[in-house]
């Protein structure tokens, strides 16, 4: 059987990197698969069954019963949740905090990171998120680690938010942003770090466009 080829990109939330590994997955002709939004539908639903980010046995039961299946629709990906379309549902801004909060719980991880590391087997695949090159894919043939300054990395939020139709508070994503990143590096299983084998990319001042020549320069074997 072929071997795969699989592309890691982390960092911190609102680095850009979902846009950044859709454009790659473009270019290379790979799956796409953005773990965040699978984290997001786990969050969407445990919120929906009342159920609090901690470990309980009605959380267990819940991620035995879930399913999260990815679609492709005119070069879109589309998240499903148990059949139903939620990939405009998990985009909302409630749901990045309610993600963050379940992610760094081990059960959840572990849920989602065993579907990821078997569509990864699949496929040549780009999986973007924060602990990918660490824990979800250490063997992965590429790792880059995306980030920017936390006050761009708001006012991109906001431009996002906003393009979607919906209210921005600027001062709010900022504070929600430095909160999370403070959770993410901080949470005890398998946090939010740069792999010592990725590239470092500080997209503050960059386009898209160059962080995607750069990228694809270290990929083609070009740098």
Do not use: W
Not at 177 to 192: C, G, K, S, T, Y
């Amino acid at each position: 059987m072929k071997k795969t080829v699989k592309i890691a990109i982390d960092g911190p939330s609102g680095a850009g990197k979902s846009t950044i590994a859709k454009r790659l997955a473009a270019e290379l002709g790979f799956v796409y698969l953005d773990t965040g939004a699978m984290y997001r539908a786990i969050a969407l639903k445990a919120d929906g069954a009342g159920l609090k980010p901690a470990e309980s046995p009605e959380l267990d039961v819940l991620l035995r019963n879930t399913e999260i299946s990815i679609k492709y629709a005119d070069g879109a990906m589309r998240i499903f949740l148990d059949g139903a379309d939620v990939s405009e549902k998990i985009r909302e801004h409630y749901v990045s905090k309610l993600a963050s909060d379940f992610s760094a719980l081990k059960s959840v991880r572990l849920t989602l990171v065993d579907m990821q590391r078997k569509l990864a087997g699949k496929h040549d695949t780009i999986l973007d998120g924060r602990d990918i090159g660490t824990f979800v894919l250490p063997d992965a043939d590429f790792k880059f680690y995306l980030t920017a300054s936390a006050e761009v990395r708001a006012m991109r939020r906001c431009l996002e938010l906003k393009a979607r139709g919906q209210e921005c508070e600027y001062d709010r994503i900022l504070d929600d942003i430095v909160r999370r990143d403070l959770q993410d590096m901080n949470r005890e299983f398998a946090p939010l770090k740069k792999a010592p084998d990725a590239l470092e990319i500080d997209s503050t001042e960059m386009t898209v466009d160059e962080v995607v020549a750069g990228m694809l320069s270290v990929i083609r074997g070009n740098n």
